[in-house]
């Protein structure tokens, strides 16, 4: 089994080799070695997009909107995910962003993840019918995990999610009343055999 430093090596170097700045490859190789990790094939889908990319030019898109659509060309997952990352903290005012006809989705999806983790917010994405739900770069969530190679993601949809409890008031003060179990009155023996106590400063 390959380490997860040998999927981030040979992951950047092959990037580099198929034409992009080592910059942006020491990105492909962190994401790639991220799907992994999680048991996303980052590997398979990388591997096939650079077979495709050398036969076939992507669109490349600089500045991101509220709605991006390409009509002939797909767009580049790489260079797409890039922009969205170093752009999310004015995009995020936008609540929702789509793409249409972005190309390797499941290599678009590492930078979505690290996105959530720059804004400190959940996002939720969806490709097609595929839904994952991202967490801080911590995990993602996923309803149908597929095994293969994801080619062409016809609508993709990210939403920013605000932080909110995911437990009702009621229920917080429930479980806050029970901790209160525990509480110990502090005595003064207590204060005097406490963490610190009888000890000199000598400064």
């Not at 797909?74 to 260079?79: F, T």
């Not at 890039?82 to 989705?105: H, M, T, W």
């Not at 995990?145 to 932080?163: A, Q, W």
Request: proline share 2%.
């Amino acid at each position: 089994m390959k380490s997860l430093s040998e999927i981030d090596t040979v992951s950047k170097r092959a990037s580099r080799a198929s034409g992009f700045d080592w910059g942006i490859a020491e990105e492909v190789g962190k994401n790639t070695r991220m799907l992994e990790m999680l048991g996303i094939p980052g590997i398979k889908n990388l591997n096939y997009y650079y077979k495709v990319k050398n036969k076939k030019n992507f669109e490349k898109i600089n500045l991101i909107g509220k709605e991006n659509k390409k009509t002939q060309l797909e767009y580049c997952p790489i260079i797409a995910g890039v922009n969205f990352l170093d752009q999310v903290r004015s995009l995020e005012g936008l609540n929702e962003i789509k793409f249409y006809n972005l190309a390797f989705p499941m290599l678009f999806l590492p930078f979505i993840s690290r996105a959530s983790e720059v804004l400190g917010k959940k996002i939720f994405l969806e490709i097609d019918s595929v839904k994952f739900l991202l967490n801080y770069n911590k995990s993602i969530y996923c309803n149908s995990l597929n095994d293969g190679i994801m080619t062409i993601g016809n609508h993709i949809s990210i939403k920013f999610l605000e932080n909110i409890d995911s437990f009702q008031e009621n229920e917080w003060k429930e479980l806050y009343k029970l901790s209160e179990n525990t509480f110990v009155e502090e005595s003064d023996s207590l204060k005097e055999s406490g963490a610190g106590a009888g000890l000199t400063d000598n400064d």
